[in-house]
Nanobody, 124 residues
Framework: QVQLVESGGGLVQAGGSLRLSCVASGRTFSSYAMGWFRQAPGKEREFVGAISSGGITYYADSEKGQFTISRDNAKNTVYLQMGSLKPEDTAVYYC??????????????????WGQGTQVTVSS
């Protein structure tokens, strides 16, 4: 089983940057694909980005190059670096792990473990 612990959320001004971290407890973290999703009030959970076990990254079109995902397998940690933040980026951000192989990364149902979520609020 995998437990995910997120940190780094908070309140930032529009145009600012924030880095979220997610530490996984899995013994084979390096083999997991890791994803980031977000959910704003009244909206469905949406894909932000993901990184494969091989380090290949995938991003939602809406991110427009503003977010970067990376991983440090030695620390069992995946990061979401967010820049040029806008009020519309305000949401609860979730990290997720996919411990089995599948070819898709953007659907929540592809992931079998989830973090508790961390609030990111961007003020105008």
């Amino acid at each position: 089983q995998v437990q995910l612990v997120e940190s780094g959320g908070g309140l930032v001004q529009a145009g600012g940057s924030l880095r979220l971290s997610c530490v996984a407890s899995g013994r084979t973290f390096s083999s997991y694909a890791m994803g980031w999703f977000r959910q704003a009030p009244g909206k469905e959970r949406e894909f932000v980005g993901a990184i494969s076990s091989g380090g290949i990254t995938y991003y939602a079109d809406s991110e427009k190059g503003q977010f970067t995902i990376s991983r440090d397998n030695a620390k069992n940690t995946v990061y979401l670096q967010m820049g040029s933040l806008k009020p519309e980026d305000t949401a609860v951000y979730y990290c997720a792990a996919k411990t089995y192989f599948s070819s898709r990364y953007s659907r929540p149902e592809e992931y079998n473990y989830w973090g508790q979520g961390t609030q990111v609020t961007v003020s105008s």
